[in-house]
């Protein structure tokens, strides 16, 4: 799964603001059925493990795809890399063995994503100064420093910093942090997440929910329509929800991004993370304090103020100009063929990084080995099964979801189906492997009738439905369905997360913390034998008999009226 951190969010501004407007004085929005809500229903009591059909979607299957796909001769699978090459050209080979048909627009397997890759060096040390005094920030320690102009140096050179607060402008929530500000040619100093994450007053915004104004892509574009140079996100880790190692493993290396007609030239020309002690210490040389700062900025009508403090630093650049590619196979349909039903996951991870206790290569063998392993189980699913499904089955591996859902976001603004006739997607990414699950719980509940397909194929499976239980690290927007979402697909991301069937609610707590804080993005992340990889089988074939049943029928699920995807699939669409 691609980190809130290193998600791009691709939105025009009209459908952006078509997207935010929706949110308004509404509840239901992405992942806002607050943690701490009632189950959408009630957990049965029993203990057992559930039945498994005969269907071929077995523990073993899926250890077999992921065990080749997270080797160390995949060697982290970046885009551009001979890791990419194997893992693109491995899943083509199953999909082909398997007998699905080849969806790329040249009759391959491959729909290419043109792309560019930019490895940003900055100088060791970045210099602040003002007020009399000079402070020295050291890269990776204090700051994470990038850029998307496609130049070989950017040079920011004594530019003011000013502080403004969540760095938002919400007119529907009537905030706006840039008001009364002059950032032209000054870097902006902001908060991670969005008010209603700061848990002062969660009436704000939608509480303890991130919305998309939490998101950071959405922070670096609002500061370029504002005319900034530079934007800074201060890192804290209890409302980012991950730790600083993960600011570093995601930024420290070349980024890929898409490729724009103006060579990045609208973007900020710094992007970068601080962490919170770099932060007070530039706040005190401004004569400021960070907790009086910080609890302003938390409330309605804040202003922001200029630091008198200006930044001085220099990011040296090496550009590659690539093609990187989505996996695409296609399984007919019987009766309606140009009806189409999407299963995707992502394909790529981190590639080889900085070594920790030893290791350089970041496998990614939950995140998302096993997604994609999840793929093939369901295609061979789908191919054993003796009712073929009367709608078309696409199978979608996509590229460059680690560096900001950019395959499958390529794919949604450059779909080989068409968007019309496209009747969901159902995205797998970072199946678990601590055994079976209770619950099924969906990120973004109450967005669309897909609820209810889950909710059917769970009670299958003596398990309960519930929302996403920290919808405060907005996950809602850090996977490949977001981009099917934001051009009006429905779109279902749903998993065993919360309740171990054998061992309980806290145990399953622990293994998902305990991944998140040793091994989410890091080395240590690889295929391990001892998994228990049953659950992953049963989300699996959850999802599986959910696509049979979107197969057999004439309808289209909708969005429900509250959801802010419901007017984009209206115009491709209208009922």
Same mark, same amino acid.
């Given at each position: 799964?691609?980190?809130?951190?290193?998600?791009?969010?691709?939105?025009?501004?009209?459908?952006?603001?078509?997207?935010?407007?929706?949110?308004?004085?509404?509840?239901?929005?992405?992942?806002?059925?607050?943690?701490?809500?009632?189950?959408?229903?009630?957990? /049965?009591?029993?203990?057992?493990?559930? /039945?498994?059909?005969?269907?071929?979607?077995?523990?073993?299957?899926?250890?077999?795809?992921?065990?080749?796909?997270?080797?160390?001769?995949?060697?982290?699978?970046?885009?551009?890399?001979?890791?990419?090459?194997? @893992?693109? @050209? !491995?899943?083509?080979?199953?999909? %082909?063995?398997? +007998?699905?048909?080849?969806?790329?627009? $040249?009759?391959?397997?491959?729909?290419?994503?043109?792309?560019?890759?930019?490895?940003?060096? /900055?100088?060791?040390?970045?210099?602040?100064?003002?007020?009399?005094?000079?402070?020295?920030?050291?890269?990776?320690?204090?700051?994470?420093?990038?850029?998307?102009? =496609?130049?070989?140096?950017?040079?920011?050179?004594? *530019?003011?910093?000013?502080?403004?607060?969540?760095?938002?402008?919400?007119?529907?929530?009537?905030?706006?942090?840039?008001?009364?500000?002059?950032?032209?040619?000054?870097?902006?100093?902001?908060?991670?997440?969005?008010?209603?994450?700061?848990?002062? $007053?969660?009436?704000?915004?939608?509480?303890?929910?991130?919305?998309?104004?939490?998101?950071?892509? !959405?922070? !670096? =574009?609002?500061?370029?329509?504002?005319?900034?140079?530079?934007?800074?996100?201060?890192?804290?880790?209890?409302?980012?929800?991950?730790?600083?190692?993960?600011?570093?493993?995601?930024?420290?290396?070349?980024?890929?991004?898409?490729?724009?007609?103006?060579?990045?030239?609208?973007?900020?020309?710094?992007?970068?993370?601080?962490?919170? $002690?770099?932060?007070?210490?530039?706040?005190?040389?401004?004569?400021?304090?960070?907790?009086?700062?910080?609890?302003?900025?938390?409330?309605?009508?804040?202003? +922001?103020?200029?630091?008198?403090?200006?930044?001085?630093?220099?990011?040296?650049? %090496?550009?590659?100009?690539?093609?990187? %590619?989505?996996?695409?196979?296609?399984?007919?349909?019987?009766?309606?063929?140009? =009806?189409?039903?999407?299963?995707?996951?992502?394909?790529?991870?981190?590639?080889?990084?900085?070594?920790?206790?030893? $290791? *350089?290569?970041?496998?990614?063998?939950?995140?998302?080995?096993s997604g994609c392993a999840g793929l093939l189980a369901i295609a061979t699913a789908f191919e054993q099964a003796k009712e073929k499904p009367q709608r078309s089955i696409v199978f979608l591996a996509v590229t460059g979801e680690e560096q900001g859902l950019l395959g499958s976001d390529y794919y949604a603004q450059h779909p080989l189906f068409p968007v019309a006739n496209t009747v969901a997607d159902i995205n797998m990414d970072e199946l678990l492997a601590f055994g079976p699950m209770r619950d099924l719980t969906i990120t973004g509940y109450g967005q669309s009738d897909l609820d209810d397909y889950a909710r059917a194929a769970a009670k299958e499976q003596n398990r309960y439905v519930i929302p996403y239980q920290h919808p405060e690290t907005g996950?809602?927007?850090? &996977?490949?369905?977001?981009?099917?979402?934001?051009?009006?697909?429905?779109?279902?991301?749903?998993?065993?997360?919360?309740? &171990?069937?054998?061992?309980?609610?806290?145990?399953?707590?622990?293994?998902?913390?305990?991944?998140?804080?040793?091994?989410?993005?890091?080395?240590?992340?690889? !295929?391990?034998?001892?998994?228990?990889?049953?659950?992953?089988?049963?989300?699996?074939?959850?999802?599986?008999?959910?696509?049979?049943?979107?197969?057999? =029928?004439?309808?289209? /699920?909708?969005?429900?009226? *509250?959801?802010?995807?419901?007017?984009?699939?209206? %115009? &491709?669409?209208?009922?």
């Open positions: 799964m691609m980190h809130l951190l290193t998600m791009r969010a691709w939105l025009a501004p009209a459908v952006a603001g078509l997207l935010l407007a929706g949110c308004q004085g509404k509840t239901t929005t992405a992942d806002t059925a607050a943690a701490g809500a009632p189950a959408a229903e009630a957990a /049965p009591t029993d203990t057992a493990s559930v /039945p498994t059909p005969n269907d071929g979607i077995t523990p073993a299957l899926l250890a077999r795809h992921i065990k080749v796909l997270a080797s160390d001769e995949y060697q982290g699978r970046r885009p551009f890399t001979a890791g990419e090459d194997k @893992a693109t @050209a !491995y899943l083509a080979a199953e999909f %082909k063995k398997l +007998g699905l048909k080849p969806g790329g627009p $040249d009759g391959t397997y491959f729909q290419p994503v043109p792309l560019v890759e930019i490895a940003g060096r /900055p100088d060791s040390v970045a210099t602040v100064t003002g007020n009399g005094k000079s402070l020295a920030l050291k890269y990776r320690t204090d700051f994470m420093f990038l850029t998307e102009h =496609e130049q070989p140096t950017v040079e920011i050179k004594d *530019s003011p910093l000013v502080f403004a607060g969540y760095g938002v402008t919400a007119p529907e929530y009537k905030w706006d942090d840039y008001a009364g500000l002059d950032v032209k040619g000054k870097t902006v100093v902001v908060l991670i997440n969005d008010p209603g994450n700061a848990g002062n $007053d969660t009436t704000m915004f939608q509480g303890k929910a991130m919305t998309y104004y939490g998101r950071w892509g !959405y922070k !670096y =574009e609002e500061a370029a329509r504002h005319g900034a140079t530079g934007l800074l996100i201060i890192h804290d880790t209890k409302p980012a929800s991950y730790p600083w190692t993960v600011v570093q493993s995601s930024n420290g290396g070349a980024k890929l991004h898409p490729t724009t007609p103006d060579h990045g030239a609208s973007k900020v020309a710094l992007e970068g993370w601080m962490t919170l $002690d770099a932060a007070k210490r530039i706040f005190a040389a401004a004569g400021q304090n960070y907790d009086a700062l910080y609890a302003a900025a938390n409330t309605r009508g804040f202003k +922001g103020k200029a630091l008198g403090l200006s930044l001085t630093t220099t990011l040296h650049n %090496k550009i590659i100009y690539k093609t990187s %590619k989505n996996v695409v196979a296609v399984l007919p349909g019987t009766t309606r063929p140009k =009806e189409y039903i999407i299963y995707s996951a992502h394909w790529d991870h981190l590639g080889i990084g900085p070594a920790v206790k030893g $290791d *350089s290569i970041y496998n990614g063998a939950l995140d998302n080995a996950s809602f927007y850090r &996977s490949d369905h977001f981009s099917f979402a934001k051009v009006g697909i429905p779109a279902l991301y749903a998993s065993g997360s919360f309740e &171990s069937r054998l061992h309980g609610k806290a145990f399953a707590e622990k293994e998902r913390e305990d991944f998140e804080a040793n091994n989410y993005h890091q080395p240590s992340d690889q !295929y391990n034998p001892a998994w228990d990889l049953r659950g992953a089988a049963q989300d699996a074939r959850l999802l599986f008999r959910i696509g049979q049943k979107l197969a057999s =029928e004439t309808t289209f /699920p909708q969005w429900k009226p *509250s959801s802010e995807f419901r007017a984009v699939r209206l %115009k &491709s669409r209208p009922r």
